[in-house]
């Protein structure tokens, strides 16, 4: 069944969001804007409406997204008091997005608009998630790529949830899952985690990912080991198992140590010589229960800022917005 019917919407035009999370991409928004506005003009039933969500930037973004909004009634943005970071900027993008659908796409065009209709279609075929695989990644230092590479098959094995490979966040999303990433607040946040885990029905159509068309990589290597470390403590509970298990490990080899040094000083009543091997024994295993205390303590801190239940981001302005 075609989804019009589903939704009731047979004789309206189905509303498309295209959200964008900005960080000083000020070069980027016009051609952005015109290449969406292309794709938008050759699908006759899908209405359009341009979403950006300015993160705090300190260029001239914010004011490049107003001259356009100002002329253009599909274009919106809420703007962030500070930079709350890419995800928070995703999350308040999804919070206000009005679509039947919600595209999500990078301001720096490494993203193609051109491949939307495609995922429109896998959307009408009944797929309420459908993301754009990358098969080739252009500008791209070996570095990130093989990083990226290992920290996706990593998180596969840890993680209780299964997210595709070699995604990055462009993506469209249905209501249903749109809906249910609503009620998903935590502080320390993975939206690529959290639409895997949300469910529905998901699949991937592939494309080549562009080189940035301006500007520089907001992820630094910081930024991308805190979101990896994020992901991995936001849907694996295994580096705790593995505290347990290394603490039955030790256990045991000390028991028989214990044994080895009762059974030495009965049959050949001498003590063992050893201080050297005590020492350093005892010094490498303070060491590494100091790291897994550190590793209890990143989950208790997790906790801690969960449980402040500050705001996820602050709106210091908006325009086109329903309510805030
Ligand atoms: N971004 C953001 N807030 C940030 C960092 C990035 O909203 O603190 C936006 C950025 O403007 C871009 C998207 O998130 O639209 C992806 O960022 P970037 O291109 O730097 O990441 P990469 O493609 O290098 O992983
Ligand atoms: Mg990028």
């Known amino acids: 069944m075609p989804r019009q019917e589903i939704t009731g919407k047979t004789n309206k035009k189905i509303l498309c969001t295209v959200l964008i999370p900005v960080y000083n991409e000020q070069y980027n928004i016009e051609p952005l804007i015109t290449r969406v506005n292309e794709v938008f003009d050759k699908l006759a039933d899908v209405a359009v409406e341009i979403f950006f969500v300015d993160d705090g930037s ?62 429109i279609e896998k959307w009408r075929e009944g797929f309420n998630v459908v993301y754009a695989r990358r098969s ?5 230092s070996l570095y990130k790529k093989l990083t990226s590479w290992i920290f996706y098959r990593l998180l596969n094995k840890l993680a209780e949830i299964k997210i595709p490979l070699d995604t990055g ?80 490990i030790t256990t045991v080899f000390s028991l028989f140590i214990a044994l080895l040094v009762v059974m030495h000083k009965l049959f050949f009543g001498l003590q063992i010589q050893g201080y050297a091997l005590v020492a350093t024994g005892l010094f490498s295993f303070f060491g590494f229960i100091t790291f897994l205390l550190g590793i209890i303590g990143m989950y208790i801190g997790r906790m801690y800022t969960q449980l402040q239940m500050r705001p996820l981001y602050i709106v210091k302005e908006s325009h086109g917005i329903d309510q805030l």
């Open 136 to 140: 080739v990644r252009h500008g791209e």
């Open 169 to 248: 966040d462009f993506r469209l999303m249905d209501r249903n899952v749109v809906d249910s990433l609503k009620h998903c607040r935590e502080r320390n946040r993975f939206v690529r985690g959290m639409v895997a885990w949300v469910g529905f029905n998901q699949t991937d159509i592939t494309y080549d990912r562009a080189a940035r068309l301006s500007g520089e990589t907001k992820y630094s290597f910081w930024k991308l080991l805190v979101l990896s470390i994020d992901a991995i403590l936001g849907f694996s509970h295994l580096p705790l198992h593995l505290v347990s298990i290394f603490g039955i």
């Open 58 to 119: 300190t260029d001239a973004s914010l004011a490049v997204i107003k001259k356009f909004a100002v002329n253009y009634e599909s274009i919106k943005y809420i703007s962030f008091s500070r930079n709350f970071g890419h995800e928070f900027a995703t999350t308040a993008g999804l919070d206000f997005a009005r679509g039947d659908i919600v595209i999500l796409i990078d301001a720096d065009l490494q993203d193609p608009p051109e491949i939307i209709p495609a995922m």
